[in-house]
Every structure is written in C-alpha cells, then in structure tokens.
C-alpha cells in the first residue's frame, strides 16, 4: 500500500461548484496532516493543516479521521482560481515534523 | 509567510558535468531541509534530509555519492548533482523548516534540471 494515496482527477467542475477530494495514508504513527496546494510547474504551497476537530477556512473545510487513516477536503463555491493539484501530506517515520509524505495530488480544473 | 529561496530556478547542463543547487531561508534560521525531486505527473520524493553541521540523511534508493549535500550553515544547504545524466532530468525542490509556535514547512520555488 502506498504510503499516501490520493484520486488523481482530474475533477471537471464548473464554477460555484462543490468538490470533495479523499486521501487515505498508511502510516498509523504520522502526526500531522496537511492539504498543500500547486499549480504547475510551481512549488507546493501549504493550504491548510489538517485537525482531528477538522478545521474550516472559508471556502475550504478539512476533516481526518484518524481511526480509518482517511483525509478530506471540501471547496465550496469553486472559483477558476482553485485549478490546481491538491497534495495530501502527511508526517512520516516517527512522525516526524518536516518529514513530509506526499500524495500524488488530485487535479482540479474549475470551468467558467 | 517565511521565504526561501532556491537557485537556479532552471538549468541546462551536459551529461557527465556537475550541478550545483542552493537552498536558501532567507528570514529564518533552519536546522533542518529536506530535497524532494519530483518527475512529471508523480508525487514529491523525499531524496534526503539536510541537518546543519551534520551529514544528511538519504532516503533508500538515493545514491549519496551521487547526490551531495551540505548544509554548512543554519540558512543554507546546496545540493549537487554529480556526473548528471538524462535520467536526472527532474524537478528538484527543497524545503526548510520554520519552527515556532508551531513547525512549517516552507518551500523554494524548485529548479528545473534539463541534462542532455
């Protein structure tokens, strides 16, 4: 099983729409979770970290579920802004901080 | 947010010659940087971890004769490609970590490495 796993897309949506993106990863010990966003070509840019409590920042809003090993994010009212690849990250061995795991990244294209 | 910054942002190089790329974090001191190298359409690949004043860490698979790092200072660390050839052709990125009230990772804007 692969240490993150993610739904490459790409997802097709358009405009106003609501997408939800799945990750699930492996390693029971990881501590932190992350949604980092990249456009192509560019380097990833942290989105939103991730809580057991999720955790919601205006269009956006993250879950985990640490009993299944499961991630989410929820965009709401897609803008054409949001065409991205979305990177599920995760802490690796240990847990450590920094150490982070990437998921292959799902990729959202929003259409006027 | 806090800024590195990564240079060369593209590279063209000769197979068989060296290349040279510097991690910077320009507005915080970082004990600890990663190197990811990332091939088309795939995830981000932890090459190594990159520890001030100490050898890095490599990840299984990755030849540190190969790939060199040195991180001989609490803002910078270089990784140098030896003897590059086609296969090296990738996206390189490193990330340094900011840690405070809590840890981020922050990353340079990736070099493009082309070898021919």
């Known amino acids: 099983r692969k240490e993150v796993e993610q739904d490459p897309g790409p997802f097709n949506v358009p405009e106003g729409a609501t997408v939800a993106f799945n990750c699930t990863y492996s390693?029971?010990?990881?501590?932190?979770f992350f949604w980092y966003r990249q456009d192509c070509r560019k380097e990833p840019k942290l989105l939103m970290s991730?809580?057991?409590s999720g955790n919601e920042d205006g269009r956006f809003t993250a879950q985990l579920n640490r009993a299944s090993q499961y991630i989410s994010l929820l965009i709401r009212d897609s803008k054409l802004s949001d065409s991205a690849t979305y990177l599920c990250?995760?802490?690796?061995?240990?847990?450590?901080?920094?150490?982070?795991?990437f998921g292959k990244g799902t990729k959202l294209s929003v259409k006027p | 947010g806090a800024v590195v910054s990564q240079h060369p942002s593209r590279v063209i190089c000769k197979s068989g010659t060296s290349v040279k790329i510097e991690c910077r974090s320009l507005?915080?001191?970082?004990?600890?940087m990663f190197w990811y190298r990332q091939f088309p359409k795939q995830s981000l690949m932890l090459m190594a971890t990159?520890?001030?004043?100490?050898?890095?860490?490599?990840e299984q698979g990755v030849e540190k004769d190969k790939f060199l790092i040195n991180h001989a200072s609490l803002t910078l660390s270089t990784l140098t490609v030896t003897s590059a050839h086609p296969e090296d052709s990738s996206f390189y990125i490193c990330?340094?970590?900011?840690?405070?009230?809590?840890?981020?990772?922050?990353f340079g804007q990736g070099t493009r490495l082309t070898v021919v």
């Open positions: 990330s340094a970590l900011k840690r405070g009230r809590g840890t981020e990772a922050f």
């Open positions: 390693n029971s010990a990881s501590q932190s």
């Open positions: 991730v809580y057991s």
């Open positions: 990250v995760v802490t690796g061995r240990g847990g450590s901080q920094g150490n982070l795991i």
């Open positions: 507005d915080f001191q970082a004990t600890t």
């Open positions: 990159s520890n001030e004043g100490s050898k890095a860490t490599y």
